[in-house]
């Protein structure tokens, strides 16, 4: 295969790569927590995820991608014990961040997986998740980069498939752009309804909280599987 044949075969990534340094705290709950609820997502694996064994039970799954310090998704797992949380990132301090709170509220239905989000969600099974969040995805504000976003037809429609009939995919930026981007791609899909626009309870995000300092409006996208 020539380098453009593999250039070309390489999935386009809808995020930046980002590392950065783990506290102590992070490290530590890294280290305690991460052989029972950590999950490597590894590029072209497409073996199927058995959810139920991954949480121990089985329980209605919430997968939310790009959790970025995970108090959110921590806040929502402690509000809804009934509900399995599958978090998935690439931030290394973000994913420590999220164990250490899962250990010190005791939280047992939150798996927190690492890698690209779209290879995770290509291993979970049609029909397997109750709800999808991506909450605050890099808006890529330059034209040139508008491919790297994760809300295009491809990939909604994926995450479509995932859901239960009647599951929810939820959405939201403080990017007006985007947001209007994002209603045209969701609209288009034939399988979708938009809901209320309401975000129903949705903790904010430290995200969420700079945008508004920064006066950005808010957008929430709320769509159910028909």
């Given amino acids: 295969m020539s380098e453009t044949e593999t250039a070309a075969a390489r ?23 991460w052989p029972k609820f950590g999950l490597t997502v590894t590029d072209g694996d497409r073996s199927a995820l058995d959810l139920a064994e991954l949480f121990g039970r089985s329980a209605p799954v919430v997968l939310e991608i790009g959790f970025g310090m995970g108090d959110a998704t921590a806040a929502m797992a402690a509000a809804e014990p009934g509900r399995n949380f599958l978090g998935v990132e690439v931030h290394t301090p973000g994913i420590g961040n999220l164990l250490a709170l899962a250990g010190e509220l005791g939280l047992t239905n939150v798996r927190v997986a690492h890698g690209d989000a779209m290879q995770l969600v290509h291993r979970i099974a049609p029909g397997a998740l109750d709800a999808v969040h991506v909450f605050f995805p890099d808006p890529w504000p330059k034209a040139r980069h508008h491919k790297r976003r994760l809300i295009q037809p491809g990939n909604v429609a994926l995450l479509r498939e995932r859901l239960r009939p009647g599951g929810v995919l939820h959405c939201a930026t403080d990017w007006p752009e985007y947001a209007v981007a994002m209603a045209e791609t969701l609209d288009a899909d034939p399988e979708l309804r938009r809901l209320a626009a309401a975000p129903h309870g949705r903790p904010r995000t430290k995200f969420e909280q700079r945008g508004t300092a920064a006066g950005r409006p808010i957008t929430d996208l709320r769509y159910e599987r028909a």
């Avoid at 999935?11 to 783990?22: A, D, L, N, V």
């Fill in 11 to 33: 999935p386009i990534r809808t995020f930046h790569p980002r590392r950065g340094r783990m506290s102590a705290r992070h490290f530590d709950a890294h280290a305690a927590l």
